[in-house]
């Protein structure tokens, strides 16, 4: 018989080719029970047929819920969740999961709107909102899918924070059958809510902590204080559900993990004997062990030194994130753009700052116990993600140093194309209009002849294209900030090597034959006065469907590495030498292209190693794509820069994980928007 590794509330147990997950815990990463733990316990099982998942959960953090949901999706066996007393928030999100789905007759269910902690200024703001935005649908689309309610009943029912009894939830499809009521035991705090409905409040019995506990059975005191009760029994449930010998090691386990508290309460009392009531209560609150106190009684009671910086006033998150950015070497500028003087000249005693000691600053500016001398690297990744402030620190500067790398590129494809935007993943239809747009002189009786107007139409669609980036260990051992800040450079630098990328293998492509002779854009001539001159005249006499100029003027000269010395020459030369001392006509001399198409060069028009149609002859002459534009580039919703984003964890890293990812597409728009020359004809 396989079993996953001790935690009270929670064990996975398999026998017969079952197994049954215990999942009476809050769904957090550090203080429940985390997607990676519940991937690799339930992996520790071995092949099963069928999973029973029992839940009893207030729910907890979004991406930790979605990682075991996906767990439980993505697994061959047939998933039977029984809900056998709450499964409120990211809990209703992993009952989800199930193949089928039941639910204790006194159970609820409870659906909400994600939310979130963020601080910084309106951009970052404007990303936390975009994000939950994102997630409010994501987890409307799977109440949707298992329900079979429209989307829109979904969002409804999150935005009033809904909680269903067995019943109501039965109605809206969101389980498939109702049983028979369970005497359930769960510890938790209810005013993480806004809406509990009296109903609910009626079925739990109060305790003087403010915990409540599913049906009138005694229960453990949130806060960990000695009361005169004893702890719950784990739940009563249905001998078809539960083979008994796992019941019987669950309850093993349970009463272990009890005793075991039970002896870490009474070591930390015995270390504080009387003395610091408070911080006594945050240690057995927050879990200390006997170390733990027996070590700050020791830092309590010797004699003081120096504290870091004692000079100044004490930081805020917005100086610890100039400094950070200053240790990665961010441009000065844009750091006294974003935070202004005042703050660039606090932040520069942090220009130097570790990770260790950025930790110690978050925790002492929030009130928190730093982690002391000789604490493990968990033990200070968990102190210092456990604050508000380092998380959002390392998020925004990820960003602003992702975007600064990303906007440093000499990328064509945003001056070369018309910009569009994409509400969605589908495909989307543009049009350009072709008809006869020209206004007419207004005829004797006052009366204004219809303009006709037919719709050219062209397609285009985002994708999403990204990166994932994090505190490692070696990173936090080696105290490397500069390392951390690297990842996310790199990230912004590829992203808009990416969109290039894109830009120019659908210029290549030549799709429909975009550039042809039949769309008079497509000539042979080298570059130089000649060649320059004939494509200049090919994009003046574009014409639209009636044949009528469309007056579009020449902007840009792309070219390959090869040719740039030429295209510089042609914008910059006052003159053009016309022959030797052997030419004896009179030939004008002056370069009447100067100053007139600003070269631009791009290493994808040569390089064959990126496409086969590449060669260093080839150049291009560009219209204004605000006005005619050849090429679109598109973005989802707008967003035109790399996004960072919080991810869960992966095993590599021991804090947090970000992702940076960037939304876009490319996609022709009119052929009469630029000319391409060959450069095969001299």
Known sequence: MAKSKDTTGFSIVAKGGEAEVILYEEIDAYWGIGAKRFREDLKAVGEVSRIHVHINSPGGQVFEGLGIYNTLKDHPARVIVHIDGMALSMASVIAMAGDEIEAAGNAFLMIHNPVNVAYGDGDDLRHSAELLDKLRNQLAAIYANRSKQSVDKVLDL??????????????????????????????????????????????????????????????????????????????????????????????????????????????????????????????????????????????????????????????????????????????????????????????????QIGFKEMVDVCCAMEGRQAPGFGASNVDRVRAGFSTVSLPGILSNVGHKVMQAAYLDVPALADLLCRRLTASDFKTHTGYRMTGDMKLEELGPDGELKHAKVDGSSYTYAVKTYGRIFGLTRTMQINDDLGAFA?????????????????????????????????????ITKVLGSAGLQLAVKALEEQTDAQNDPILIMGKYVVVPPALKETAKELYASTHVNTGGAATKEKVPNRNVYEGEYEPKMSPYISNTSFHASATATQWYLWGNPADVAAFGLAYLNGQDMPVVEEVPLSGEYLGNAWRGYLDAGVCQVDSNGAVKSSGTVS
């Open 486 to 522: 690297e990842i996310p450079r790199m990230i912004g630098r590829g992203a808009a090597l990416t969109k290039e990328r894109l830009f120019w293998t659908l210029v290549h492509a030549n799709t429909g034959s975009f550039f042809h002779a039949n769309n008079a854009n497509l």
């Open 158 to 351: 999150m935005d009033a924070e809904t909680w269903l009894d067995a019943d109501e939830a039965l109605q809206l499809g969101l389980i498939d059958r109702a049983t028979d009521d369970l005497a359930v035991a769960a510890s938790f705090d209810p005013s993480r809510f806004q809406h509990v409905p009296e109903r609910f409040k009626q079925q739990v019995t109060s305790q003087p902590s403010g915990a409540i506990a599913m049906a009138k059975e005694p229960i453990v005191d949130s806060t960990n204080q000695p009361t005169n009760q004893q702890p719950a029994l784990p739940p009563t449930l249905p001998a078809a559900a539960v083979p008994p010998e796992p019941n019987a090691t669950a309850l093993a386990d349970y009463r272990n993990s009890q005793a075991a508290e039970t002896e870490r309460i009474g070591n930390i009392r015995a270390a504080f004997n009387g003395q610091e009531p408070e911080v006594e209560a945050k240690a057995i609150r927050e879990g200390w062990d006997a170390k733990d106190a027996e070590l700050h009684v020791l830092r309590a009671n010797r004699p003081t030194g120096p504290a870091i910086h004692t000079s100044g006033e004490s930081p805020d998150a917005h100086v610890l994130e100039a400094g950070l950015l200053m240790a990665v070497m961010h441009p000065e500028q844009s750091l006294l753009k974003a935070f202004g003087e005042q703050t660039v000249e606090k932040a520069n005693r942090f220009r």
